[in-house]
């Protein structure tokens, strides 16, 4: 990895790679974080060369350590800062948001800074630099509110979050831009990611695996019959990287997810199971302002239009992400 600070870089210091068939300069945001980490490595892997912007505020440096990437920290809310990042590049992948359903509700301001000022200043950029592809990530059940499963692109959304409506906002610039300037714009909405590189990550199975760990109770809110559609990080980043290749009309989006629907007290069960703590405790508190009742997705339309499915299972995905927090993050205590 090549670590550039934000002061006195240039586009000129990205280097010159060599061009193969379908070799792209892509450039990720928040490429620093959960998703971030796996995608860059995925994209480096495949031959693809990678810049990453990212302002550290919730990704770290460490997560790409040992990666053939360039990491340049910086805010995708500066448009100069936009406008050197994407200097030599061909494709975006826009991940860098405030991800979190809660701290939306609690500060609507910062999560609307963040995810729909932040929004528009990537296209508005990538308008400029006249790059191609552009894929942006987007949200299912947060962005559709509350309704009956499984959701697809048809359903109408109703956020009943600031998370939720700001992903809203993003989709609608995307496809606006798409048609106003011919942006070739694409918007996967996300299930519930998971898996390794979510440490920082202020989901239900971090948050489980911590309690565990820590010998604390597993804290679910409500009764826990909420549902949730959890999705493998590696499988949403083989959706992000067949979206980058793909030649569906700018403006499309689509939902990626395992097409499952998991209680979270099931999921605080398989949490349990695959820490070989089938017993630990459990307590129940008031259901949060915000929150989306029953959620999951179908992805059939992504499976016609970019050959996406779903390959590992929710069992598998979390004994992995169990043994990866106990090799990765607990036992460096």
């Known amino acids: ?35 971030g980490a796996t995608l860059v490595r995925r994209l480096v892997e495949s031959g693809h060369a990678v810049r990453v912007l990212d302002n550290l505020t919730t990704g770290d440096a460490s997560h790409l350590e040992g990666v053939d990437a360039e990491l340049v920290e910086g805010d995708v809310r ?163 990287e067949l979206a980058l290749g793909s030649e569906v009309p700018g403006g499309t989006v689509l939902h990626i997810a395992s097409g499952v629907e998991t209680t979270v007290q099931l999921l605080a069960d398989l949490c349990r199971s695959a820490a070989g703590v089938p017993d630990h405790p459990i307590e129940y508190r008031p259901k949060r302002v915000g929150e989306v009742e029953r959620n999951f997705a179908s992805y059939d339309l992504a499976k016609e239009l970019l050959g996406f499915e779903p390959s590992i299972s929710r069992e598998e995905g979390i004994r992995e992400t169990w043994q990866w927090f106990q090799e990765s993050v607990f036992a460096e205590r």
């Open 1 to 35: 990895m090549v670590a550039v600070p934000a002061s006195g870089w240039a586009p000129a210091n990205f280097p010159t790679w060599s061009r193969m068939a379908e070799t792209r300069r892509v450039l990720v945001t928040g490429g620093a974080g959960f998703v």
């Open 78 to 240: 500066d448009a100069k800062t936009m406008d050197e990042a994407l200097g030599g590049i061909e494709s975006v992948v826009h991940l860098a948001a405030a991800g979190s359903v809660v701290m939306s509700v609690a500060d609507p301001a910062t999560n609307f800074n963040v995810n729909v000022f932040g929004t528009f200043q990537v296209l508005d950029a990538v308008r400029r630099a006249g790059v191609g592809r552009t894929v942006l990530a987007s949200t299912g059940g947060a962005l559709i509110g509350d309704a009956i499963p499984p959701v697809n692109e048809r359903s109408l959304p109703k956020p009943i979050s600031p998370y939720g409506a700001s992903k809203l906002a993003g989709e609608g610039y995307a496809h606006a831009f798409a048609k106003a300037y011919g942006l070739r714009t694409i918007a996967l909405r996300f299930a519930n990611a998971y898996g390794p590189w979510s440490a920082r990550k202020r989901g239900a199975v971090t948050t489980f695996f911590r309690a565990i760990n820590g010998g604390e109770p597993i804290v679910i809110y409500g009764d826990g019959s909420a549902s949730r559609d959890y999705t493998h990080v590696d499988d949403i980043c083989r959706a992000l």
